[in-house]
């Protein structure tokens, strides 16, 4: 009786949700084909909480038992076919496949898998909600959705007709589904598979890991080796090629265990839903406090923030140009699914690797997908055989699409190969890798490849003590040039922010270095500073997630002002021999750094005080990488003085403002509309 009424309810649901109408379509298609299939498949839309308010009964059946509802489903469904005459070629109930796809789970405990907790239930058969990223996945194969059996007696009557349908229900593998091992249910022959009618489906199976997990990648060191644990999931018919490398989905599945070569616990994903995480609503008080203090000007409040970021690394006041470019790098970075466009990669010219490398490291902390690329693996996707046997071709996803929207921090550049190092500089120029999957390998005859887009910014940097650089230095006759003869010159240019960091330089108050130093030695967790108690590692992770949460455009003078520095320094940047040094995407890293200056302030205006930054950088980057020019920039330009109170603050602004004068001077003089060259731009 209680079955009935749930086929009643059933029956209501699927007319009042408009899923009946869609099934009658779905037959439609079906009928029209005039093609025999073994089975049919039908996937439901089922809203939970509207079930369950309508029929609490079916609502739980469909939570807790979804195999058996299915079956209600299609009983309901094979009344509806044969009711109103749907599908001509249909004969048995068992030919229909219905796939409960449901929209949501009830947001309790209970429903939900946590990876990190184990034994993961995979008895029960029920839906359960996971999140995680997708760290690998293969090419797509086929599976058998359903086939049909016919008994090999000729003289039984069940060597006609549909009774035999086998489909695949989740965590089956292929072999569960055909086998040529049953027999007849009346007459005890063997079975065979009629093969015309068998139906095949599409499959994928992808690899997550908790967020959490990503956590190894930020807190140890180099050399400790690390182990995680990723859960599978499998993808099936329209549920194929909606996960990406690199992104994290919340998924709707049924754990099951598959028996294989080994034993292991996966997932049957039913729904998959694109997470993206809450943006925060606010920055701290102390933060808000600083913010309008130094409302007055568009350059104190970052001078500030890079003046005493990282005060549990470096005293305050040590590295304040490279502190801001972290920052800068940082709010550049997205933690929702959408596309990176605005990345800044940084390369470091050091002879203070380790303070640089502690900086840097601790930096990546900062955002949910900073990424310290563990030497042991790779930073580019790998190719592997699948372990479920299933001939697919399995692709890792390597540190870099790994930080996807976020920071992948390689480490010494030198300790990178040579071969390494030119995917890098190809893939830091255009934005994407393509792994080629040569089928002879992977016992298939076609070659693939497939692209991904590689959305995160590279940290790395140069030794420039190392005893077999010093060797090499090399007299330099352009001003302001480094000697960085041991990288490939194309790979330091690919990089759009050179920083050069040393002790030697302005910015490095040597005594108060060697103070934090030993007082961190002695006591690893105190906090030396005032800044670092009034504006904790929170509260910058916080001001962060906010500032690169902020939609930015640019003014129109700030517009006018970037494009005419652009193509200043383009021409005065030409010679007749090499053409222009500067590629395409200095426009695409000036725009990035202006943008970032200007979300780093809370702004969402990107005004020509940011330009004017964007501009600094960018030139001194310049003067690195090829010596100086008539815009002669200081290596300290941004940061000109030590920064200890507000005179000196106030001190910066002035000679800001001469440097805007002289760069609007510079884009009047060489700008566009002026005819100072004659070359062929
Ligand atoms: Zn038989």
């Not at 008994?151 to 039984?156: G, K, M, P, R, T």
């Not at 050399?223 to 990723?230: E, I």
């Not at 090399?474 to 001003?479: A, D, G, P, V, W």
């Not at 929170?538 to 700030?558: G, H, R």
Request: charged letters at 20%; proline letters at 4%; one cysteine or more.
């Amino acid at each position: 009786m209680s079955n009935l009424k749930m086929k009643e309810a059933a029956l209501i649901y699927l007319d009042r949700s408009g899923g009946l109408q869609k099934f009658i379509d779905d037959c439609k298609f079906y009928n029209d084909s005039k093609q025999s299939y073994a089975v049919y498949r039908f996937s439901i839309l089922i809203n939970p909480s509207d079930i369950v308010e309508l029929d609490a009964e079916l609502g739980n059946y469909i939570l807790h038992q979804p195999l058996k509802a299915a079956h209600v489903f299609q009983s309901v469904c094979f009344v509806a076919v044969k009711t109103l005459s749907l599908i001509g070629q249909l004969q048995t109930e068992t030919q229909i496949n219905i796939v409960l796809k449901l929209t949501h789970l009830p947001p309790l405990r209970s429903y939900s898998l946590d990876l990190c907790e184990f034994p993961l239930d995979y008895a029960s058969q029920r839906f359960y909600m996971m999140q995680g990223i997708v760290i690998a996945m293969t090419t797509v194969t086929k599976y058998t959705q359903g086939a049909r059996f016919l008994c090999s007696d000729e003289a039984c009557p069940l060597s006609k007709g549909f009774e035999y349908i086998r489909v695949h229900v989740p965590g089956a593998t292929e072999s569960a589904t055909v086998r040529n091992d049953f027999l007849c249910n009346l007459c005890s022959s063997s079975l065979q598979e009629d093969r015309k009618f068998r139906v095949l489906g599409d499959k994928q199976i992808v690899e997550i890991i908790t967020a959490k997990a990503l956590h190894a990648f930020q807190g140890y060191s180099n050399s400790q080796p690390f182990r995680f644990q990723s859960l599978t999931i499998f993808l099936r018919d329209e549920s194929v090629s909606k996960m990406n490398i690199g992104n994290e989905y919340k998924i709707i599945g049924i754990p099951t265990c598959v028996r294989t070569s080994q034993t292991a616990v996966c997932i049957e994903a039913n729904s998959i839903i694109s997470y993206n995480p809450e943006v925060p609503s606010g920055i701290s008080d102390n933060f808000r406090y600083l913010l309008s203090l130094t409302s007055s000007s568009c350059w104190k409040f970052t001078a500030i923030l890079a003046n005493i970021f990282a005060s549990q690394i470096v005293p305050p006041g040590t590295y304040n140009l490279l502190k801001l470019c972290l920052l800068m790098s940082l709010v550049q970075t997205s933690d929702r699914n959408k596309e990176l466009k605005d990345c800044l990669d940084i390369l470091i010219m050091t002879s203070d690797t380790l303070l640089v490398d502690r900086l840097l490291n601790f930096s990546i902390k900062l955002v949910p997908r900073g990424i310290r690329h563990p030497v042991s693996t790779e930073i580019f996707p790998t190719l592997s055989r699948n372990k479920y046997g299933t001939g697919a071709v399995s692709i890792q996803a390597g540190s870099a699409l790994l930080a996807k929207g976020g920071i992948c921090f390689i480490g010494d550049l030198a300790s990178h190969k040579k071969d390494k190092l030119e995917q890098l500089q190809s893939v830091v120029e255009s934005r994407s890798i393509t792994v080629y999957i040569p089928g002879k390998k992977f016992g298939d005859d076609i070659n693939q490849q497939m692209t991904f887009p590689v959305q995160c910014s590279f940290w790395s940097f140069v030794d420039m003590d190392s005893s077999s650089r010093r060797n090499m230095q090399k007299t330099n006759t352009l001003i302001g040039r480094m000697d960085c003869s041991l990288i490939p010159a194309n790979l330091v240019e690919a990089f759009g922010l050179l920083i050069n960091c040393n002790e030697s330089s302005s910015s490095y108050p040597l005594i108060s270095t060697v103070q934090h130093t030993l007082k961190k030695a002695i006591n690893p967790e105190e906090l030396l500073y005032v800044a670092s108690k009034k504006f904790t590692t929170e509260d910058f992770e916080k001001l962060l997630a906010f500032a690169k949460n902020l939609n930015v455009e640019f003014s129109l003078e700030a517009e006018r002002m970037i494009h005419g520095y652009y193509l200043a320094s383009r021409r005065i940047r030409t010679d007749s021999i090499s053409g222009s040094k500067l590629s395409a995407s200095a426009l695409k890293y000036l725009v990035s750094l202006a943008e970032a200056h200007a979300r780093l302030n809370l702004r969402n205006k990107v005004l020509k005080e940011d330009v004017l930054i964007a501009a600094l950088l960018f030139e001194t980057s310049l003067t690195l990488k090829y010596g100086a020019t008539v815009f002669c920039v200081a290596p300290n330009a941004v940061f000109p003085f030590e920064l200890y109170n507000e005179e000196y603050l106030e001190q910066r602004d002035i000679y800001l403002n001469q440097c805007q004068q002289q760069l609007q001077q510079f884009i009047a003089t060489y700008g566009p509309g002026t005819a100072i060259f004659t070359s062929d731009e």
